[in-house]
């Protein structure tokens, strides 16, 4: 007997599993994602609670605190100001370190100059002077604020919305919202190079359950834990997966039809077509050496935001539903308390063209529209600093910007204003639950209504809090 | 309680039975047909140890259980064999493990946890000796206080392994008062889910929406943790223990000294002498101090804490009154900053003591009378909380099937006299658990059969517990079946936890190493709990992850390889002998004609490729009948 009619012995006739029988016997007739998912799937394609404007989101997150005065925020004031003596006041105060508590600060002027950049004229630095060519896609949000200005639990809240409890990452409750339209990847991918403030409770499903939890991606050669096939031929494990089916479907016959017993067999097949999806979606030999030139990715390299922005947009394309990208992560990040030009300076110069490269991509693809692209990081950092000689700033949580673009947001605007220093809000604050409610909203989600029944009381994203900002929605 | 009449008079075993009896007939449903034997010894390993009965147990079992006279009997005796085993212990406390939210390792920049695993063993041991529950309960609480020995402190780690959050000192105090009173709210949390099933924490904000628990409730206990803080606490006696202390203090010093003297610039001369020198009072103390290494419990001990302003307002300090207790002002909607009247620390209003007022707590933190309280006022409650974890875990689904949560907002119970009248027999039989195991164990509705196509189409759900319910083995008990399978199991109890990546790891899964910020990826993707938080119940996911750990990690295919060695071992060359003993071992039973024939079929023109074998072991350790008890 060859093996492929051993295969069809063990496998024939099979009901339950056209879609793996299919692949099996190498009639593959059906694209990536296109079976139906099983009834019991948890993954299963939800209807949203109204038509969405976004299908998927990918979240940039900047871990350490980017310098919101030094790049989307202009304030002339500072530079007019600049090392002239502020106030602080006592609160903000004791937000310093204790060997810099003078009460009398300076203000320190952006290290970048700004310039109006598109039609829109958005004022931008030139930190990131690629993102800003993108500046009619932006919608800045420069009167964002944060519970807490220490980076563990500024993290937790700008994914959890708790700045201490254990809760459910936004992307957990996107996946758990709308289910995949990819039943051979995971629905929460995260792209880390090593691990954020806070850990893996960042991408944490916590009492949601467990397949909404982000799938953490290392970049390098093995991505997504024991996905390589270990056995050299494919026809081989076929045969195996094929025994494994019948005795499946043995078992299964004979107990009735009970759905735990098919979602596995279920979960088997998405198995089998994963080991095939994922390393295709992560392997870039056949992106062109325009899109490697474009993302600024040397060929081969799996190294810097380059390739984790290029990862992205295969992810969005293959129907990741939401995709978050860390930069850096717990140390060597954006915490830039001794010297802002030269850190700020190094790290944008590693996201600014691939951010920018992703932009014009998705929008290449036509995709921009439909997928809602969010830059975001826990807190701001200080307008001033105690010595006149200073070079860094400190923690600012009480007011800092984040963006976003494409999917149902209006580009080339700006929402929400700080004072004229960019100490704190003025017009129009966006608190994180805000933030929460608005991106929930842009998927056709209602986050009041998007709720999830734990210890006794129905919990949600945004607590009990958080308004739509109508005022971005395109 | 009187015992409902039932029509079918010869079905009940057990005074449970004509509860559930009554309630069928009332839906005009029969009850399953009994389980057969192989079945039956199968689920009985699973429920009582975690793992698979080898072949030699099951035919033991089959003999001894027929004709069905027999039956009954043999049943009592295999539970009897089980509940002695150390293994029933290890099975039970991982299941209380998840309500404790256990971890080995917290953030490194968090209070430390060293000896977390004298805790887990320490529970293993208690349902081993079938510690009366009522005990197991207070000694978690407040051991103590409760004169008993020292080397009991470890019960204490309940408390002592809460999840503390990073304070930063150098933020005024209201912000740190926010964090500090989130850490009382967790041991609020856990406390009353975990013992009375009430989600009190809701009261932080609000007088409970659905039940009769008021802010003024939630305060009054949360006060008995503003009462505490994290210790290592000796476990013998201050005859041993104080003369430790001071010789832990000197080698602190003696080593403070030597690090010093080792930095100096210019480096003096004799050095190394010096240094030689200090290093040998150091091992004389070490070695000249009975019980210098002396276990420490990671305890609480009682401390009021106040969050107050540093001097100059610098920051802030967190003021620990050692052996003082404080209450707590009520908080607006839960903000410390925003405080009302004070509220004396008691028990909850819902349960009076004997003169119709909550027990006021009055000693220490009152940590011993909270402990009090919740075996004696609210003994109903806190019996019923645990009857029906122990019967959820035998039948797949509770009585209330909300294990944690018996409020108004819970699920109602489906049958409310058999959960009142097991309770009260329970606590009739001094809270014995392994009593209770047997009520339900010896029961005619646990010995039914999962196959029940009638009851299947008409109660989804099986509210009506008329078949067994069938049921998937958690993450532990799947990988100690597979390593015990594979013959590679190593049975050592306690002890230190060691990494489950490690593939020299062939110990029970409950002794790998959980980490509360950086979860095992084995474990996560295997719907194990988040250890930062009480977990009333497994979420049971089929995800592709799971499944490539199956086909892909080095831990099935090392086992599968084992496994077929063993099959070797035991069933010699022929390919008929060493699959028959193959589903012996794994599936307690022979294989069908047509298994057989299927793998002849997957093996021939390779019957002595070990990889072929490999593979046929791998799909049958990833089988759903390996991972389904039915």
């Given at each position: 007997m060859?093996?492929r009619?051993?295969?069809q ?20 007739a ?8 099983a009834l019991?799937d ?10 969405p404007k976004?299908?998927r989101v990918?979240?940039?997150h900047?871990?350490?605190?980017v310098?919101h ?9 500072l ?11 006592r ?5 310093f ?5 003078s009460p009398v600060?300076?203000y ?6 700004f ?5 829109s ?7 990131f002077?690629?993102?800003?060519e993108?500046?009619d ?14 980076h ?12 201490n409890?254990?809760?459910?990452s ?6 758990y ?15 880390a ?11 944490a499903s ?17 991505p997504?834990p ?10 081989l ?7 494994s ?13 009970d ?23 992560f392997?870039?030999?056949k992106e062109?050496?325009?899109t490697?030139?474009?993302y600024g ?15 992205a947009r295969?992810?969005?394309e ?13 140390s ?10 030269g850190d ?22 036509g995709?921009?529209?439909?997928t809602?692209v ?24 009480q ?10 947001v ?5 929402y929400g204003e ?18 929460h409610?608005t ?6 989600l209602?986050h009041?209504?998007l709720?999830?029944r ?6 949600r994203?945004t607590?009990?809090?958080g308004?739509v ?6 | ?6 029509r ?11 509860f ?17 034997a192989?079945?039956?010894i199968?689920r ?15 035919e033991a ?14 049943i009592a ?9 150390p293994a ?14 256990y971890?080995?390792?917290?953030a ?13 063993d ?20 407040a051991?103590?206080?409760m ?6 402190r470890?019960?204490l ?7 503390t ?6 933020l ?5 008062k ?16 975990t013992?009375l099933?009430l ?21 009054a206990?949360a006060?008995?943790?503003a009462s505490?803080?994290h ?6 006696g201050?005859?041993f ?7 832990r203090?000197s080698?602190?010093a003696?080593?403070?000294e ?5 930095k100096?610039?210019p480096a003096?001369?004799d050095l190394?002498n010096q240094?030689?020198a ?6 004389g ?18 401390a ?12 802030t ?36 003591a ?5 027990r ?5 933190s ?12 609210a003994?109903?409650l806190t ?14 689904r509770?009585i ?25 027999r329970?606590?009739k ?19 039914q059969?999962?196959?029940a ?14 078949r ?7 993450f ?22 060691t990494?489950l ?30 250890p930062?938080?009480?977990?009333a119940?497994?979420t ?8 490539l ?10 086992q599968?390889?084992a496994l ?24 307690q ?5 047509k298994?057989?024939?299927?793998a ?9 490729d ?10 049958l350790?990833?089988s759903?009948e ?5």
């Amino acid at each position: 007997m060859n093996r492929r009619a051993a295969l069809q012995s063990l496998a024939g006739n099979s009901l339950l599993l056209p879609g793996m029988l299919c692949e099996l016997l190498g009639e593959d007739a059906r694209g990536a994602g296109t079976a139906a998912p099983a009834l019991t799937d948890p993954l299963a394609p939800q209807r949203p609670h109204f038509v969405p404007k976004a299908k998927r989101v990918i979240y940039l997150h900047m871990s350490g605190g980017v310098s919101h005065v030094d790049s989307w925020d202009y304030k002339p004031r500072l530079v007019a100001d600049h090392n002239q003596p502020y106030q602080v006041p006592r609160k903000m105060l004791e937000a310093f370190a204790e060997n810099n508590r003078s009460p009398v600060k300076f203000y320190k002027k952006p290290v970048w100059d700004f310039k109006p950049r598109g039609q829109s004229g958005l004022w931008i630095s030139e930190l990131f002077p690629k993102t800003a060519e993108c500046a009619d896609d932006l919608c800045l949000i420069r009167s964002m604020y944060n519970d807490h200005a220490d980076h563990a639990q500024a993290t937790l809240g700008i994914h959890t919305g708790s700045v201490n409890f254990t809760r459910p990452s936004m992307g957990s409750w996107v996946s758990y919202g709308l289910g995949t339209q990819n039943a051979n990847l995971p629905s929460f991918m995260v792209i880390a190079p090593v691990l954020p403030y806070s850990g893996a409770q960042v991408w944490a499903s916590d009492f949601l359950p467990g397949c909404h939890q982000g799938t953490h991606v290392v970049p390098g050669p093995n991505p997504v834990p024991n996905i390589q096939r270990r056995l050299p031929d494919a026809e081989l494990q076929a045969m195996e997966l094929g025994l494994s089916a019948a005795l499946n479907r043995r078992h299964l016959l004979a107990r009735g039809n009970d759905p735990q017993l098919a979602a596995r067999i279920r979960a088997f097949e998405t198995a089998f077509g994963m080991q095939a999806a994922a390393p295709e979606a992560f392997d870039l030999s056949k992106e062109s050496d325009a899109t490697h030139r474009l993302y600024g990715l040397e060929r081969g390299s799996t190294k810097g935001f380059a390739w984790q922005c290029l990862m992205a947009r295969r992810l969005a394309e293959r129907g990741v539903r939401f995709i978050e990208l860390i930069d850096t992560g717990a140390s060597g990040n954006w915490d830039s308390h001794g010297d802002v030009g030269g850190d700020h300076g190094r790290l944008a110069r590693n996201v600014d063209g691939p951010i920018a490269a992703l932009l014009k991509d998705l929008k290449g693809r036509g995709m921009l529209s439909d997928t809602l692209v969010v830059w975001g990081t826990e807190f701001g950092r200080t307008p001033f600093n105690t010595a006149k000689d200073a070079k860094g700033r400190e923690h600012h949580a009480q007011a800092f910007t984040c963006w976003m673009a494409g999917g149902g947001v209006k580009g080339g605007i700006s929402y929400g204003e700080t004072d004229e220093y960019g100490n704190a809000v003025a017009v129009n604050g966006v608190h994180v639950h805000d933030f929460h409610a608005t991106l929930l909203h842009l998927l056709g989600l209602d986050h009041t209504r998007l709720t999830y029944r734990h210890a006794g009381r129905d919990f949600r994203l945004t607590d009990v809090q958080g308004n739509v900002v109508q005022d971005i929605l395109a | 309680m009187p015992s409902p009449k039932v029509r079918n008079a010869k079905w009940p075993q057990k005074p449970i039975d004509p509860f559930l009896l009554a309630a069928m007939e009332r839906q005009s449903t029969q009850p399953a047909a009994p389980a057969d034997a192989r079945t039956i010894i199968r689920r009985l390993h699973f429920d009582l140890t975690g793992l698979a009965p080898t072949p030699e147990e099951v035919e033991a079992f089959v003999e001894g259980s027929s004709p069905a006279g027999n039956r009954q009997s043999a049943i009592a005796a295999a539970v009897d064999r089980l509940l002695s085993s150390p293994a029933y212990g290890e099975r039970w406390a991982r299941y209380w493990l998840d309500l404790a939210r256990y971890v080995d390792e917290t953030a490194s920049w968090l209070e430390k946890t060293t000896s977390a695993h004298l805790y887990r063993d320490w529970v293993i041991k208690a349902f081993n000796d079938d510690l009366p529950y009522d005990q197991f309960v207070m000694r978690q609480i407040a051991t103590d206080q409760m004169g008993l020995p020292p080397q009991d402190r470890h019960a204490l780690a309940f408390l002592g392994l809460a999840p503390t959050y990073w304070k930063e000192l150098q933020l005024p105090p209201d912000i740190i008062k926010a964090t500090v009173a989130d850490e009382w709210e967790e041991h609020v949390d856990t406390l009353s889910r975990t013992f009375l099933g009430l989600t009190l924490a809701c009261a932080r904000c609000h007088d409970h929406k659905s039940d009769p628990i008021t802010a003024a409730d939630y305060y009054a206990i949360a006060g008995v943790f503003a009462s505490v803080r994290h210790a290592e606490v000796p476990t013998m006696g201050d005859e041993f223990w104080l003369p430790v202390k001071k010789a832990r203090e000197s080698v602190a010093a003696l080593e403070k000294e030597r690090d010093e003297l080792k930095k100096k610039k210019p480096a003096p001369a004799d050095l190394t002498n010096q240094v030689a020198a200090i290093d040998q009072k150091i091992a004389g103390l070490k070695t000249g101090t009975p019980h210098f290494n002396m276990a420490m419990a990671t305890a609480v001990e009682d401390a009021a804490l106040f969050v107050i302003p540093a001097a100059n307002n610098k920051g802030t300090v967190l003021d620990f009154k050692p052996g003082q207790a404080r209450d707590l002002e009520l908080m607006k909607r839960g903000d410390p900053n925003k405080t009302g009247d004070i509220v004396p620390r008691r028990f909850l209003s819902a349960f009076p003591a004997k003169d119709g007022q909550p027990r006021r707590f009055t000693t220490g933190s009152g940590r011993l009378e909270l402990a009090q309280a919740i075996v004696q006022e609210a003994a109903p409650l806190t019996a019923r909380v645990m009857v029906n974890r122990v019967w959820r875990h035998h039948f797949g689904r509770g009585i209330v099937d909300t294990p944690s949560e018996f409020g108004l907002t819970g699920d109602a119970p489906s049958h409310p006299e058999l959960l009142d009248d097991l309770t009260a027999r329970f606590i009739k039989n001094g809270w014995s658990i392994k009593w209770l195991h047997r009520e339900i164990l010896l029961s005619a509705a646990w010995q039914q059969s999962s196959l029940a196509p009638d009851s299947e189409k008409r109660d989804p759900e099986n509210k009506l517990f008329a078949r067994m319910s069938r049921r998937r083995l958690d993450f532990e008990a799947w990988r100690d079946t597979t390593l015990a399978c594979a013959g590679t199991l190593e049975r050592s109890m306690g002890g230190v936890a060691t990494p489950l990546t490690s593939d020299k790891n062939l110990r029970r899964t409950l002794y790998g190493t959980v980490n509360r910020h950086e979860l095992e990826p084995m474990l996560r993707i295997h719907d194990f709990p988040d250890p930062a938080a009480h977990s009333a119940a497994r979420t049971e996911t089929a995800t592709a992850l799971q499944m490539l750990f199956s086909l892909n990690s080095p831990f099935l295919l090392a086992q599968a390889d084992a496994l077929v060695a063993r099959m070797e071992k035991e069933a010699g060359p022929m390919l008929n002998a060493r699959v028959t003993r193959a589903h012996a071992i794994l599936f307690q039973r022979p294989p069908t004609a047509k298994e057989l024939a299927m793998a002849t079929g997957f093996l021939t023109g390779r019957e002595t490729d070990k990889k072929a074998w490999s593979q046929y072991a791998q799909a049958l350790l990833a089988s759903n009948e390996t991972q389904f008890v039915d």
